[in-house]
């Protein structure tokens, strides 16, 4: 019997940027569509006219978002959940605005209601602006504030796989001046430990060890430079192997990077601040690291980069969807990991 294929669900992303455009691609590969049942949520508009210029084969059935059941029928046909219509009209292409602020939102609303009933098996984003978003009156600095309090999530972190590594991030959107005050072990104790569930609700191998890098060059040399590594970061590892999780560390960004992660026991790496996991993570390339939010009831997946305003709704520009098919191909292997349960992200 062939194996069941999981039902992707992708938001919309900024209809004013190459969201909609990337995604009309990403609806038409043809090995995605082997992999997963996809559906789009949006305004049915918009993306056709993306899958035009695209010249993307992509042939979109509207469906209500109040459906009690979201399939596909017709493999030739991709469901579009609608989200809102007439939303072309009050946008300006390559332009981010309260309008297409407010349809990105609408958008990411009506899947996260669908994805919380258990009507898809994975959440799937193209990206969004933060500036639209506060325009239209979200306070979120992004995708994962949103969702998390779309979903009344106690707690989200912020996770890059799909690479050579998978990178958890113990603060995301700070400015590099806030990182330290922002860090206590508590709150890292408890990052260590959403790794630790993740290894363990993805199969990923509970008994590998979760890594964590230092915040200071040379792990703060004695104190010399910095003393977060022994007030902080040491005292959240040795809580966490308390409670039975394999955390090492804290090592120096720079060594670990070049030499330690060549092994092939570590399940997770954890960052202290954005760029310090963000720089590893697209050393492939864009597109070659989906961005996982931990924390959720269920799976969500996205691109890793931006709007790209510059090159959106513009003849010949064809934005690359590879992004997008990286995320999409990591939901379908962790809602295939999952195998339908019930995120748990309690730890032990």
Known sequence: MAARR???????????????????RTLANATLRREARLVAVGDPEILGRAARLARAPV??????????????????????????TGTWAAIEPGVPSEASGRAAARSIEVAAAIASRRGADALVTPPISKMALKSAGYPFPGHTEFLGSLTGARE?????????????????????????????????????????????????????????????PHAGEGGLFGDEETRVIGPAIERAKERG????????????????????????????YHD????????????????VTLGLPFIRASVDHGTAFDRAWKRGARPDPAGLIKAALVAVDLASRSRGRILEWAWP
């Not at 039902?7 to 969201?19: E, K, Q, R, S, V």
């Not at 590893?280 to 961005?291: L, R």
Request: net charge positive; aromatic share 6%.
């Open 6 to 24: 999981p039902t992707l669900l992708f938001t919309m992303g900024d209809p004013a940027g190459i969201g909609p455009e990337i995604l009309a």
């Open 59 to 84: 042939r979109l059935k509207p469906v209500a978002p109040d459906s009690p059941e979201i399939r596909e029928d017709d493999p030739r046909e991709t469901p579009i959940v609608v989200s809102g």
């Open 156 to 216: 989200t972190r912020m996770l890059f796989t799909g690479g050579r590594f998978r990178i958890l991030l113990a603060t995301i959107h700070l400015a590099l001046r806030r990182v330290s005050d922002s860090l206590e072990t508590g709150s890292l104790l408890r990052t260590l430990e959403y790794g630790a569930a993740a290894l363990r609700n993805f199969g990923w191998g509970m008994k590998k060890r979760i890594a964590v890098l230092a915040l200071n």
């Open 245 to 272: 999780i394999r955390a090492e560390g804290p090592f120096p960004a720079d060594t670990f990077f070049a030499h330690r992660a060549i092994g092939g026991d570590i399940g997770v790496v954890v960052a202290m």
């Open 276 to 291: 310090q996991g963000l720089i590893p993570a697209k050393m492939g390339g864009i597109g070659g690291a989906a961005n």
